[in-house]
Nanobody, 124 residues
Framework: QVQLVESGGGLVQAGGSLRLSCAAS????????MGWFRQAPGKEREFVAAINWSGGYTYYADSVKGRFIISRDNAKITVYLRMNSLKPEDTAIYYC?????????????????WGQGTQVTVSS
């Protein structure tokens, strides 16, 4: 059974930083694309960032490009999201997801497994 468990969320002031982690278990191999999505109150869930299995390719939403960094440690089967220069509009529940194969990195329907999410709140 595949499990994705996010951690690292919390309350931070605007301009601050947080690092989210997503520990995966039960995946048959480490060659999954890993992604982060978020859902703000009253809004639909949206794509944040994704990384291929080797870590050599990353893709970001325009809203976080230059501020967030996605990375992974395949030995630990863990993916990270370093969030810098946080803004109040980054407040959301952040979800980790894994996909065996994607043709569209930001398409939620292409991700096979999802975590339960971790809350990030940025105060102004």
């Amino acid at each position: 059974q595949v499990q994705l468990v996010e951690s690292g969320g919390g309350l931070v002031q605007a301009g601050g930083s947080l690092r989210l982690s997503c520990a995966a278990s039960g995946l048959t191999n480490s060659r999954h694309v890993m992604g982060w999505f978020r859902q703000a109150p009253g809004k639909e869930r949206e794509f944040v960032a994704a990384i291929n299995w080797s870590g050599g390719y990353t893709y970001y939403a325009d809203s976080v490009k230059g501020r967030f960094i996605i990375s992974r440690d395949n030995a630990k089967i863990t993916v990270y999201l370093r969030m810098n220069s946080l803004k109040p509009e980054d407040t959301a529940i952040y979800y980790c997801a894994a996909a065996k194969y994607v043709t569209n990195w930001s398409a939620q329907r292409q991700y096979d497994y999802w975590g339960q999410g971790t809350q990030v709140t940025v105060s102004s």
